[in-house]
């Protein structure tokens, strides 16, 4: 199982960023898939989770009516957008694979994070 993680940088307060994943190694399309994100000195976070046929997208408070996660089950890739960006958002943010093709992160991520396959992380700073 492979997870890749592309299109982190550094954006403006009140900007806009696209990140990728890419997966390998397992029937992408039968796993839900989310994003979690994770500050010096503190644990990971879950962030969005959708389904493995999209039919439902789930959202932590803080990001909600900012993000939209989406994936693409003919390219084997997860997307997700952030919009309105704040400082607080600064993060490691990773690609994770759930247990199965519904969502489960947001009720087991924090603690049980390492139930999960997560990728090696994009950097997101926001910043002026």
């Known amino acids: 199982v492979q997870l890749v993680e592309s299109g982190g940088g550094l954006a403006q307060p009140g900007g806009s960023l696209r990140l990728s994943c890419t997966a390998s190694?397992?029937?992408?399309?039968?796993?839900?898939m989310s994003w979690a994100r994770q500050v010096p000195g503190k644990g990971l976070e879950w962030v969005a989770a959708?389904?493995?046929?999209?039919?439902?997208?789930l959202y932590q408070e803080a990001v909600k009516g900012r993000f939209v996660i989406s994936r693409d089950n003919a390219k084997n890739t997860l997307y997700l957008d952030m919009n309105n960006l704040k400082p607080q958002d600064t993060a490691v943010y990773y690609c994770?694979?759930?247990?199965?093709?519904?969502?489960?992160?947001?009720?087991?991520?924090?603690?049980?994070?390492?139930?999960?396959?997560w990728g090696q992380g994009a950097q997101v700073t926001v910043s002026s």
């Open positions: 994770g694979r759930d247990l199965g093709p519904i969502s489960t992160v947001q009720v087991m991520c924090p603690p049980n994070c390492d139930q999960f396959t």
């Open positions: 959708i389904t493995s046929d999209s039919t439902q997208t």
């Open positions: 190694g397992f029937i992408f399309s039968s796993y839900g």
